[in-house]
C-alpha cells in the first residue's frame, strides 16, 4: 500500500524559512514525479511543485519560483521542499502527491497518491 506522510510544516513569521518533507513508501518509483500543492483556506488546491524521480526536473509556480526549491533523495524515497522568504500569502495546507507515470504536471489529476497534509502558517 501506498503511503505518503509529510512533516515539517509549523508557524514561521514572514521571511522566515521552513523546509518539508514527503516520505514514499509502498512502491518502487522507478518513473513518475511528485509534487507539492497546496490549499489555503477558503481557496482551491493548487499547484506548487514537482520533481522527477529519474531526470531530477523541477517545476515551479510563478509564485514560488526563486523562493522555493525541491530536492530528491531516491534511495530514501524523500522528496523535500525548502521555503524561504515565506509571505502570509505562502498559508495553507501542504500536500505531497505521487504521480507514478509520468512527467512534472500542473493538474492534481495526474497525481496518483496524495499525503494528509501538513499546515504551513506564515504569520505578518
Known amino acids: 500500500q501506498v503511503q505518503l506522510v509529510e512533516s515539517g510544516g509549523g508557524l514561521v513569521q514572514a521571511g522566515g524559512s521552513l523546509r518539508l518533507s514527503c516520505a514514499a513508501s509502498g512502491l518502487a518509483f522507478k518513473t513518475g514525479s511528485m509534487g507539492w500543492f497546496r490549499q489555503a483556506l477558503g481557496k482551491e488546491r493548487e499547484f506548487v511543485a514537482a520533481?522527477?524521480?529519474?531526470?531530477?526536473?523541477?517545476l515551479y509556480a510563478d509564485s514560488v519560483k526563486g523562493r522555493f526549491t525541491l530536492s530528491k533523495d531516491n534511495a530514501k524515497r524523500t522528496v523535500d521542499l525548502q521555503m524561504n522568504n515565506l509571505k502570509p500569502a505562502d498559508t495553507a495546507v501542504y500536500y505531497c502527491a505521487a504521480r507514478y507515470f509520468g512527467g512534472n504536471s500542473i493538474y492534481q489529476r495526474n497525481y496518483d497518491y496524495w499525503g494528509q497534509g501538513t499546515q504551513v502558517t506564515v504569520s505578518s
Open positions: 520533481i522527477m524521480w529519474s531526470a531530477g526536473d523541477t
